[in-house]
């Protein structure tokens, strides 16, 4: 399997599909095999890159804390091993943190960016969020752990329906191949916590769309309409009734609509 060293680390990443570069970054806590549902539609037009942040699946786990600025130069260090001068960039959740630290310490790398439900900055409810993360993850176990993501990420609308609901308490009782370690977790959350790009944005030259679900609990709209509003000229869709996994929950528009506006940018 494919790993490289960047940034001091060893970087896991797997390739799909073939057409233009598009760089998929994960969100916390989960690793590159997670954007299947979307890679498998997405990899008919574009060479998808999947890569295993820092502190999960099968890159390196280095204690303490982590920032996105490193991460972001983990994924430019896997660019320049690949030989990708410029590509497209999908980011969700923390994936979107680390796309933006990526355009603006690398705006050379990325042509255009869709940032799924990001952020800029923290305030203190994020804050406190992500502290709590760490600690469910010391005390729960594995399936109560998932429970509580799943609360964090998925909105009424899903839990409403039966069947969507089963759904999730299947996917409770699985068990990953490669389980996160509690100090990989915590250097993501640190990273996730000192997020703080905000002043910065204006400075983004990438076509970017902000993308996202308006019963989000986790990172709120306000989160990505202050980024759409600070990035010179870009879009924002926010899904209605939709949370955190806004992408999970309605798949089959999202997939389509984001490939139609990755194709024209």
Known sequence: MPTVQSNGINFYYEERGSGEPLLLIMGITADGSVWEPHVSAWEKNFHCILPDNRGVGKSDKPSGDYTTAEMADD???????LGLEKVRVVGVSMGGAIALQLALRHPDKVSS????CPWARCDAMAEGIFEHMVDCKARFTP??????????IFS???WDNDEKRAELEKGRKEDPPFPQPLHGLAGQAAACINQNVYDDLGK???STLVIGGDADQFTPPWMGKE???AIPN???YLYQNLGHAFHFENTEDFNPRVEKWLLAH
């Open 143 to 152: 399936e109560e752990f998932s429970l509580y993501i799943q609360l964090l």
């Open 113 to 116: 960016m869709v940032l799924m």
């Open 75 to 81: 994924h430019a260090g896997l660019l320049d091993h």
């Open 156 to 158: 009424k609308t899903t």
């Open 227 to 229: 980024i759409a509003a």
């Open 234 to 236: 870009a879009e924002i």
């Open 204 to 206: 983004i030259k990438a």
